[in-house]
Protein backbone atom coordinates (compact mmCIF):
# COMPACT_ATOMS: atom_id res chain seq x y z
CA UNK A 1 0.00 0.00 0.00
CA UNK A 2 2.97 2.26 0.94
CA UNK A 3 4.20 2.09 -2.45
CA UNK A 4 1.06 2.51 -4.42
CA UNK A 5 0.55 5.64 -2.57
CA UNK A 6 4.01 6.57 -3.68
CA UNK A 7 3.63 6.19 -7.36
CA UNK A 8 0.59 7.98 -6.91
CA UNK A 9 2.50 10.95 -5.65
CA UNK A 10 5.17 10.54 -8.25
CA UNK A 11 2.96 10.69 -10.95
CA UNK A 12 0.45 13.99 -9.62
CA UNK A 13 3.65 15.56 -9.08
CA UNK A 14 4.77 15.02 -12.75
CA UNK A 15 1.09 15.67 -14.06
CA UNK A 16 2.01 19.42 -12.04
CA UNK A 17 5.19 19.77 -13.50
CA UNK A 18 3.84 18.99 -17.15
CA UNK A 19 1.11 21.35 -16.92
CA UNK A 20 3.44 24.10 -15.38
CA UNK A 21 5.36 23.49 -18.78
CA UNK A 22 2.77 23.99 -21.20
CA UNK A 23 1.62 27.28 -19.29
CA UNK A 24 4.47 29.02 -18.95
CA UNK A 25 6.80 27.50 -21.74
CA UNK A 26 5.22 26.33 -24.46
CA UNK A 27 2.29 29.09 -24.82
CA UNK A 28 2.79 31.73 -27.67
CA UNK A 29 4.48 34.93 -27.24
CA UNK A 30 1.60 37.38 -27.54
CA UNK A 31 2.60 41.52 -28.19
CA UNK A 32 0.30 44.20 -26.20
CA UNK A 33 -0.44 45.80 -29.42
CA UNK A 34 -1.87 42.79 -30.83
CA UNK A 35 -3.33 41.08 -28.09
CA UNK A 36 -7.32 41.21 -28.02
CA UNK A 37 -8.15 43.37 -24.98
CA UNK A 38 -10.53 41.39 -22.56
CA UNK A 39 -13.26 44.20 -22.92
CA UNK A 40 -14.86 47.24 -24.53
CA UNK A 41 -13.22 49.58 -22.37
CA UNK A 42 -9.84 48.20 -22.99
CA UNK A 43 -10.42 47.91 -26.74
CA UNK A 44 -11.50 51.98 -27.09
CA UNK A 45 -8.41 53.04 -24.47
CA UNK A 46 -6.18 51.69 -27.47
CA UNK A 47 -8.26 53.47 -29.92
CA UNK A 48 -7.71 56.51 -28.34
CA UNK A 49 -4.14 55.70 -28.12
CA UNK A 50 -3.78 55.01 -31.60
CA UNK A 51 -5.42 58.20 -32.53
CA UNK A 52 -3.19 60.14 -30.75
CA UNK A 53 -0.06 59.02 -32.22
CA UNK A 54 -2.09 58.93 -35.35
CA UNK A 55 -2.12 55.44 -36.62
CA UNK A 56 -5.70 55.31 -37.63
CA UNK A 57 -5.56 52.42 -39.56
CA UNK A 58 -5.33 50.58 -36.59
CA UNK A 59 -8.14 52.34 -34.77
CA UNK A 60 -10.52 52.08 -37.40
CA UNK A 61 -9.63 48.19 -37.40
CA UNK A 62 -10.51 47.65 -33.93
CA UNK A 63 -13.61 49.82 -33.66
CA UNK A 64 -14.70 47.12 -36.43
CA UNK A 65 -14.11 44.42 -34.62
CA UNK A 66 -16.51 46.18 -31.95
CA UNK A 67 -18.95 46.69 -34.35
CA UNK A 68 -18.86 42.81 -36.04
CA UNK A 69 -19.27 41.11 -32.16
CA UNK A 70 -22.13 44.07 -31.59
CA UNK A 71 -23.27 46.07 -34.55
CA UNK A 72 -25.53 48.45 -32.67
CA UNK A 73 -22.41 49.96 -30.45
CA UNK A 74 -23.43 53.70 -30.13
CA UNK A 75 -20.30 54.85 -29.17
CA UNK A 76 -18.36 52.72 -31.96
CA UNK A 77 -19.89 54.12 -35.03
CA UNK A 78 -19.57 57.82 -33.28
CA UNK A 79 -15.71 57.57 -32.71
CA UNK A 80 -15.13 55.85 -36.24
CA UNK A 81 -16.98 58.71 -37.98
CA UNK A 82 -15.24 61.29 -35.95
CA UNK A 83 -11.35 58.98 -37.38
CA UNK A 84 -13.01 58.82 -41.24
CA UNK A 85 -13.48 62.48 -40.46
CA UNK A 86 -10.20 63.33 -40.16
CA UNK A 87 -9.21 61.47 -42.66
CA UNK A 88 -11.49 63.14 -44.93
CA UNK A 89 -13.06 59.98 -46.03
CA UNK A 90 -16.50 61.40 -46.18
CA UNK A 91 -18.53 59.24 -47.65
CA UNK A 92 -18.42 56.86 -44.79
CA UNK A 93 -17.99 59.23 -42.28
CA UNK A 94 -21.32 60.56 -42.66
CA UNK A 95 -22.77 57.21 -43.13
CA UNK A 96 -21.45 56.39 -39.25
CA UNK A 97 -22.71 59.91 -38.05
CA UNK A 98 -26.13 58.98 -39.57
CA UNK A 99 -26.00 55.23 -37.55
CA UNK A 100 -24.79 56.56 -34.33
CA UNK A 101 -27.32 59.09 -34.49
CA UNK A 102 -30.10 56.48 -35.23
CA UNK A 103 -29.10 54.83 -32.24
CA UNK A 104 -29.07 58.20 -29.94
CA UNK A 105 -31.04 60.76 -31.76
CA UNK A 106 -31.03 64.49 -30.63
CA UNK A 107 -27.30 64.12 -29.86
CA UNK A 108 -26.06 67.82 -30.48
CA UNK A 109 -23.10 67.29 -30.41
CA UNK A 110 -22.91 64.30 -33.20
CA UNK A 111 -25.11 66.89 -35.27
CA UNK A 112 -22.40 69.54 -34.73
CA UNK A 113 -19.89 67.53 -36.00
CA UNK A 114 -21.83 65.71 -38.66
CA UNK A 115 -22.13 69.69 -39.68
CA UNK A 116 -18.76 70.28 -39.71
CA UNK A 117 -18.29 67.18 -41.85
CA UNK A 118 -21.27 68.78 -44.56
CA UNK A 119 -18.76 71.78 -44.29
CA UNK A 120 -15.44 70.30 -45.00
CA UNK A 121 -16.68 67.98 -47.70
CA UNK A 122 -18.33 71.07 -49.65
CA UNK A 123 -14.88 73.11 -49.01
CA UNK A 124 -12.70 70.84 -50.47
CA UNK A 125 -14.66 70.52 -53.73
CA UNK A 126 -14.75 74.20 -53.88
CA UNK A 127 -11.15 74.14 -53.33
CA UNK A 128 -10.48 71.65 -55.69
CA UNK A 129 -12.62 73.21 -58.52
CA UNK A 130 -10.57 76.83 -57.52
CA UNK A 131 -7.29 74.99 -58.33
CA UNK A 132 -8.53 74.23 -61.35
CA UNK A 133 -9.49 77.59 -62.32
CA UNK A 134 -6.23 78.86 -61.05
CA UNK A 135 -7.43 80.83 -58.14
CA UNK A 136 -4.58 79.94 -55.68
CA UNK A 137 -5.28 82.06 -53.08
CA UNK A 138 -8.65 81.79 -52.96
CA UNK A 139 -8.56 77.53 -52.53
CA UNK A 140 -5.62 78.04 -50.11
CA UNK A 141 -8.48 79.89 -47.76
CA UNK A 142 -11.02 77.11 -48.36
CA UNK A 143 -8.25 74.09 -47.24
CA UNK A 144 -6.64 76.77 -44.56
CA UNK A 145 -9.52 77.35 -42.89
CA UNK A 146 -12.02 75.19 -43.29
CA UNK A 147 -10.91 71.40 -44.57
CA UNK A 148 -8.08 71.25 -41.97
CA UNK A 149 -9.80 72.61 -39.39
CA UNK A 150 -12.21 70.14 -39.28
CA UNK A 151 -10.11 67.28 -41.38
CA UNK A 152 -6.68 67.70 -39.65
CA UNK A 153 -5.74 64.41 -40.92
CA UNK A 154 -6.70 64.59 -44.42
CA UNK A 155 -3.80 63.40 -46.77
CA UNK A 156 -5.67 65.19 -49.95
CA UNK A 157 -6.23 68.32 -48.20
CA UNK A 158 -2.52 68.49 -47.42
CA UNK A 159 -1.12 67.57 -50.64
CA UNK A 160 -3.37 70.30 -52.60
CA UNK A 161 -2.22 72.96 -49.83
CA UNK A 162 1.53 72.30 -50.88
CA UNK A 163 0.32 72.54 -54.39
CA UNK A 164 -0.95 75.85 -53.93
CA UNK A 165 1.72 76.88 -52.30
CA UNK A 166 3.58 76.22 -54.94
CA UNK A 167 1.66 78.09 -57.53
CA UNK A 168 1.96 80.66 -55.05
CA UNK A 169 5.48 81.08 -55.31
CA UNK A 170 5.58 80.54 -51.29
CA UNK A 171 8.55 78.11 -51.55
CA UNK A 172 9.59 78.30 -47.89
CA UNK A 173 5.72 77.25 -47.31
CA UNK A 174 5.68 74.09 -49.44
CA UNK A 175 8.87 73.17 -47.98
CA UNK A 176 7.38 73.52 -44.41
CA UNK A 177 4.15 71.94 -45.40
CA UNK A 178 5.26 69.07 -47.43
CA UNK A 179 7.65 68.20 -44.74
CA UNK A 180 5.33 67.78 -41.86
CA UNK A 181 3.83 64.68 -44.85
CA UNK A 182 7.12 63.12 -44.88
CA UNK A 183 7.82 62.93 -41.00
CA UNK A 184 4.65 61.04 -41.25
CA UNK A 185 5.12 59.00 -44.06
CA UNK A 186 9.02 59.39 -45.81
CA UNK A 187 8.54 57.61 -49.04
CA UNK A 188 5.17 59.92 -49.62
CA UNK A 189 6.37 59.96 -53.51
CA UNK A 190 3.87 63.56 -54.26
CA UNK A 191 5.35 64.76 -51.03
CA UNK A 192 9.12 64.40 -52.04
CA UNK A 193 7.96 65.38 -55.88
CA UNK A 194 6.56 69.19 -54.64
CA UNK A 195 9.19 69.44 -51.89
CA UNK A 196 11.89 68.97 -54.50
CA UNK A 197 10.06 71.23 -57.10
CA UNK A 198 10.42 74.17 -53.99
CA UNK A 199 13.53 73.65 -53.77
CA UNK A 200 14.57 73.92 -57.23
CA UNK A 201 12.73 77.01 -57.75
CA UNK A 202 15.15 78.53 -55.06
CA UNK A 203 17.84 76.95 -57.02
CA UNK A 204 19.32 75.19 -54.44
CA UNK A 205 19.05 72.56 -56.83
CA UNK A 206 21.19 69.93 -54.83
CA UNK A 207 18.73 69.29 -52.34
CA UNK A 208 16.37 68.84 -54.89
CA UNK A 209 18.25 66.69 -56.70
CA UNK A 210 18.47 64.25 -53.30
CA UNK A 211 14.58 64.84 -52.90
CA UNK A 212 14.15 62.69 -56.48
CA UNK A 213 16.67 60.49 -56.03
CA UNK A 214 15.12 59.17 -53.22
CA UNK A 215 11.41 59.07 -54.55
CA UNK A 216 13.28 57.24 -57.40
CA UNK A 217 14.69 54.64 -55.64
CA UNK A 218 11.23 53.69 -54.00
CA UNK A 219 9.71 54.06 -57.41
CA UNK A 220 12.58 54.09 -60.51
CA UNK A 221 9.75 54.57 -63.48
CA UNK A 222 7.68 57.15 -61.65
CA UNK A 223 7.11 59.28 -64.99
CA UNK A 224 7.17 63.22 -62.71
CA UNK A 225 9.93 62.70 -60.65
CA UNK A 226 11.57 60.77 -63.20
CA UNK A 227 10.62 64.11 -65.84
CA UNK A 228 11.91 66.70 -62.90
CA UNK A 229 15.11 64.76 -62.16
CA UNK A 230 16.49 64.25 -65.65
CA UNK A 231 15.28 67.92 -66.84
CA UNK A 232 17.02 69.28 -63.29
CA UNK A 233 20.29 67.54 -64.79
CA UNK A 234 20.04 68.55 -67.99
CA UNK A 235 19.73 72.31 -66.86
CA UNK A 236 22.72 72.07 -65.00
CA UNK A 237 24.74 70.43 -67.71
CA UNK A 238 23.60 73.35 -70.30
CA UNK A 239 24.98 75.87 -67.72
CA UNK A 240 27.92 74.78 -67.02
CA UNK A 241 28.67 74.54 -70.83
CA UNK A 242 27.91 78.16 -70.75
CA UNK A 243 30.02 78.96 -68.13
CA UNK A 244 33.01 76.80 -69.28
CA UNK A 245 32.77 78.24 -73.07
CA UNK A 246 32.91 81.84 -71.10
CA UNK A 247 35.94 81.10 -69.59
CA UNK A 248 37.35 79.28 -72.69
CA UNK A 249 36.74 82.41 -74.46
CA UNK A 250 34.25 81.11 -76.57
CA UNK A 251 31.44 83.72 -76.17
CA UNK A 252 29.65 82.70 -79.51
CA UNK A 253 29.03 79.66 -77.95
CA UNK A 254 28.61 80.48 -74.64
CA UNK A 255 25.70 82.74 -75.94
CA UNK A 256 24.05 80.13 -77.42
CA UNK A 257 24.39 77.67 -74.39
CA UNK A 258 22.80 80.47 -72.32
CA UNK A 259 20.21 81.13 -74.29
CA UNK A 260 19.11 77.23 -74.42
CA UNK A 261 19.50 76.66 -70.67
CA UNK A 262 17.06 79.96 -70.12
CA UNK A 263 14.52 78.21 -72.68
CA UNK A 264 14.46 74.91 -70.67
CA UNK A 265 12.15 76.62 -68.07
CA UNK A 266 11.57 80.50 -68.44
CA UNK A 267 9.46 80.37 -64.84
CA UNK A 268 12.91 79.34 -63.00
CA UNK A 269 13.68 82.90 -62.10
CA UNK A 270 16.15 82.49 -58.98
CA UNK A 271 18.36 80.50 -61.42
CA UNK A 272 17.70 82.27 -64.72
CA UNK A 273 18.51 85.64 -63.07
CA UNK A 274 22.19 84.35 -62.97
CA UNK A 275 21.44 83.36 -66.87
CA UNK A 276 20.35 86.60 -68.20
CA UNK A 277 23.51 88.26 -66.31
CA UNK A 278 25.93 85.79 -67.73
CA UNK A 279 24.43 86.42 -71.00
CA UNK A 280 24.36 89.85 -70.91
CA UNK A 281 28.40 89.82 -69.82
CA UNK A 282 29.27 87.77 -72.72
CA UNK A 283 27.71 90.06 -75.37
CA UNK A 284 28.77 92.98 -73.97
CA UNK A 285 32.38 91.02 -74.40
CA UNK A 286 31.50 90.49 -78.66
CA UNK A 287 30.24 94.17 -78.51
CA UNK A 288 26.74 93.55 -79.13
CA UNK A 289 25.32 96.61 -76.75
CA UNK A 290 21.85 96.31 -77.90
CA UNK A 291 21.12 92.15 -77.14
CA UNK A 292 23.37 92.64 -73.76
CA UNK A 293 20.92 95.78 -72.58
CA UNK A 294 17.93 93.32 -72.86
CA UNK A 295 19.57 90.61 -70.66
CA UNK A 296 20.52 92.71 -68.10
CA UNK A 297 17.01 94.57 -68.13
CA UNK A 298 15.66 90.54 -67.64
CA UNK A 299 17.98 90.30 -64.87
CA UNK A 300 16.82 93.20 -63.32
CA UNK A 301 13.11 92.62 -63.76
CA UNK A 302 13.83 89.27 -61.94
CA UNK A 303 15.93 90.86 -58.84
CA UNK A 304 16.20 94.74 -59.16
CA UNK A 305 18.97 95.35 -56.01
CA UNK A 306 21.16 92.78 -58.22
CA UNK A 307 24.30 95.47 -58.03
CA UNK A 308 26.40 93.48 -60.89
CA UNK A 309 23.49 93.15 -63.53
CA UNK A 310 22.82 97.32 -62.96
CA UNK A 311 26.75 98.27 -63.58
CA UNK A 312 26.74 95.64 -66.34
CA UNK A 313 23.55 97.42 -67.96
CA UNK A 314 25.80 100.58 -67.66
CA UNK A 315 28.38 98.95 -69.76
CA UNK A 316 26.18 97.46 -72.27
CA UNK A 317 24.67 101.29 -72.42
CA UNK A 318 28.27 102.81 -73.27
CA UNK A 319 28.40 100.49 -76.65
CA UNK A 320 24.58 101.66 -77.47
CA UNK A 321 26.12 104.83 -77.00
CA UNK A 322 23.61 105.92 -74.39
CA UNK A 323 26.09 108.13 -72.64
CA UNK A 324 23.24 109.30 -69.50
CA UNK A 325 21.70 106.07 -69.30
CA UNK A 326 25.21 104.66 -68.74
CA UNK A 327 25.70 107.26 -65.68
CA UNK A 328 22.50 107.07 -64.31
CA UNK A 329 23.18 103.04 -64.19
CA UNK A 330 26.96 103.27 -63.09
CA UNK A 331 25.94 106.05 -60.24
CA UNK A 332 23.16 103.62 -58.84
CA UNK A 333 25.69 100.93 -58.74
CA UNK A 334 28.28 102.32 -57.15
CA UNK A 335 25.69 104.37 -54.18
CA UNK A 336 24.88 100.47 -53.82
CA UNK A 337 28.38 99.24 -53.94
CA UNK A 338 30.71 101.98 -52.55
CA UNK A 339 33.93 99.63 -52.51
CA UNK A 340 33.80 98.05 -56.12
CA UNK A 341 36.63 100.23 -57.57
CA UNK A 342 35.73 98.75 -60.84
CA UNK A 343 32.13 100.06 -60.74
CA UNK A 344 33.80 103.60 -59.73
CA UNK A 345 36.00 103.11 -62.75
CA UNK A 346 33.23 102.41 -65.10
CA UNK A 347 31.55 105.51 -63.58
CA UNK A 348 34.27 107.69 -64.56
CA UNK A 349 34.37 106.34 -68.22
CA UNK A 350 30.51 106.94 -68.29
CA UNK A 351 31.03 110.63 -67.30
CA UNK A 352 33.81 111.45 -69.33
CA UNK A 353 31.86 109.84 -72.15
CA UNK A 354 28.65 111.95 -71.46
CA UNK A 355 30.96 114.93 -70.99
CA UNK A 356 32.71 114.30 -74.95
CA UNK A 357 29.46 113.48 -76.72
CA UNK A 358 28.02 116.80 -75.48
CA UNK A 359 30.76 118.67 -77.19
CA UNK A 360 31.37 118.77 -81.30
CA UNK A 361 32.32 115.46 -82.27
CA UNK A 362 35.14 117.11 -85.50
CA UNK A 363 35.41 113.55 -87.26
CA UNK A 364 31.89 113.08 -87.42
CA UNK A 365 32.15 116.74 -89.18
CA UNK A 366 34.50 116.10 -91.73
CA UNK A 367 32.35 112.51 -92.17
CA UNK A 368 35.50 110.19 -91.70
CA UNK A 369 36.62 108.12 -88.95
CA UNK A 370 38.61 108.01 -85.49
CA UNK A 371 41.23 106.17 -87.86
CA UNK A 372 41.58 108.76 -90.44
CA UNK A 373 44.89 109.17 -92.12
CA UNK A 374 45.96 112.62 -92.68
CA UNK A 375 45.41 112.33 -96.17
CA UNK A 376 41.81 111.25 -95.58
CA UNK A 377 41.53 114.36 -93.31
CA UNK A 378 42.73 116.57 -95.71
CA UNK A 379 40.39 115.05 -99.16
CA UNK A 380 37.13 115.10 -96.48
CA UNK A 381 38.14 118.87 -95.81
CA UNK A 382 38.53 120.30 -99.62
CA UNK A 383 35.18 117.90 -100.67
CA UNK A 384 33.05 119.40 -97.32
CA UNK A 385 34.62 123.19 -97.77
CA UNK A 386 33.66 123.66 -101.27
CA UNK A 387 30.21 122.16 -100.99
CA UNK A 388 29.61 124.62 -98.39
CA UNK A 389 31.49 127.42 -99.15
CA UNK A 390 29.10 130.90 -98.60
CA UNK A 391 29.81 131.76 -102.51
CA UNK A 392 27.82 128.76 -103.70
CA UNK A 393 24.97 128.75 -100.90
CA UNK A 394 23.77 132.04 -101.83
CA UNK A 395 20.34 131.19 -101.60
CA UNK A 396 21.05 130.16 -97.70
CA UNK A 397 24.25 131.83 -97.27
CA UNK A 398 23.81 132.20 -93.22
CA UNK A 399 23.76 128.49 -92.51
CA UNK A 400 26.79 127.70 -95.21
CA UNK A 401 28.58 129.74 -93.10
CA UNK A 402 27.68 128.38 -89.95
CA UNK A 403 28.77 125.11 -91.22
CA UNK A 404 31.67 126.43 -93.18
CA UNK A 405 33.07 127.47 -90.13
CA UNK A 406 32.77 124.14 -88.10
CA UNK A 407 34.30 122.26 -90.93
CA UNK A 408 37.35 125.11 -91.22
CA UNK A 409 37.61 124.19 -87.19
CA UNK A 410 36.93 120.44 -87.33
CA UNK A 411 39.98 120.50 -89.87
CA UNK A 412 42.31 122.73 -87.33
CA UNK A 413 41.90 120.37 -84.58
CA UNK A 414 42.26 117.09 -86.93
CA UNK A 415 44.98 118.08 -88.89
CA UNK A 416 46.94 119.03 -85.81
CA UNK A 417 48.78 116.00 -84.61
CA UNK A 418 49.18 118.06 -80.77
CA UNK A 419 45.38 118.98 -80.96
CA UNK A 420 44.28 115.84 -82.50
CA UNK A 421 45.71 113.57 -79.34
CA UNK A 422 44.37 115.97 -76.92
CA UNK A 423 41.12 116.02 -78.50
CA UNK A 424 41.17 111.90 -78.58
CA UNK A 425 41.76 111.90 -75.14
CA UNK A 426 38.73 113.52 -74.24
CA UNK A 427 39.48 117.08 -73.79
CA UNK A 428 37.30 119.63 -74.72
CA UNK A 429 39.14 121.78 -77.99
CA UNK A 430 36.22 124.26 -78.16
CA UNK A 431 37.47 125.78 -74.63
CA UNK A 432 40.31 126.27 -76.15
CA UNK A 433 39.79 127.57 -79.67
CA UNK A 434 38.89 131.41 -80.33
CA UNK A 435 36.69 132.59 -83.27
CA UNK A 436 39.30 135.48 -84.49
CA UNK A 437 42.25 135.15 -85.69
CA UNK A 438 44.79 132.80 -87.67
CA UNK A 439 45.07 128.98 -87.85
CA UNK A 440 47.39 128.77 -84.32
CA UNK A 441 45.64 131.57 -82.32
CA UNK A 442 42.58 132.18 -82.99
CA UNK A 443 40.44 130.88 -86.14
CA UNK A 444 38.15 132.87 -88.32
CA UNK A 445 37.82 131.34 -91.53
CA UNK A 446 36.16 134.78 -93.30
CA UNK A 447 38.72 136.87 -92.28
CA UNK A 448 41.96 137.90 -93.38
CA UNK A 449 45.18 137.72 -91.44
CA UNK A 450 44.35 140.69 -89.24
CA UNK A 451 40.90 141.02 -89.48
CA UNK A 452 39.24 142.69 -93.04
CA UNK A 453 36.13 141.74 -94.80
CA UNK A 454 35.09 138.14 -95.82
CA UNK A 455 36.64 136.82 -98.62
CA UNK A 456 36.14 133.58 -100.45
CA UNK A 457 38.55 132.53 -102.95
CA UNK A 458 39.22 128.80 -104.28
CA UNK A 459 42.00 127.29 -106.09
CA UNK A 460 42.03 123.85 -105.20
CA UNK A 461 45.23 122.73 -107.64
CA UNK A 462 47.60 125.17 -105.51
CA UNK A 463 45.68 124.83 -102.21
CA UNK A 464 43.64 127.10 -100.20
CA UNK A 465 45.06 130.34 -100.28
CA UNK A 466 45.93 132.19 -97.04
CA UNK A 467 44.02 135.41 -97.78
CA UNK A 468 41.07 133.48 -99.16
CA UNK A 469 40.58 131.79 -95.51
CA UNK A 470 42.05 133.69 -92.80
CA UNK A 471 45.29 132.44 -92.50
CA UNK A 472 44.45 128.51 -93.19
CA UNK A 473 47.85 127.30 -94.67
CA UNK A 474 47.14 126.05 -98.36
CA UNK A 475 47.81 122.15 -98.89
Known sequence: MKLCSSTMDLFRARGLFFHLFVLFICQPLVSSQDAKPSNVADLFKRVSENIQVKRFSEALNDLNTVLEDDPNHSEAYLRRASVLRQLCRYEESEKSYKKYLELKPGDSAAEKELSQLLQAKNALETALNLFDSKEFGKALDYVDKVVLVFSSSCLKAKILKVKLL????????????SGFILKEDENNLDALLMRGRAYYYLADHDVALKHYQKGLRSDPEHSELKKTYFGLKNLLKKTKSAEDNESKGKFRMAVENFKAALAMDPNHNAHNV???????????KLGRGKDALDSCTEALKIDEELVEALAQRGEAKLLTEDWEGAVQDLKEAAQKSPQDMSIRESLMKAERALKMSKRKDWYKILGISKTASIQEIKRAYKKLALQWHPDKNVDNREAAEEKFREIAAAYEVLSDE??????????????????GGGHHGGFNPFGGGGGGGQQYTFHFEGGFPGGGFGGFEGF
Open 166 to 177: LELKDYSGAISE
Open 274 to 284: HLHLGLCKVQI
Open 418 to 435: EKRVRFDRGEDMEDNMGM
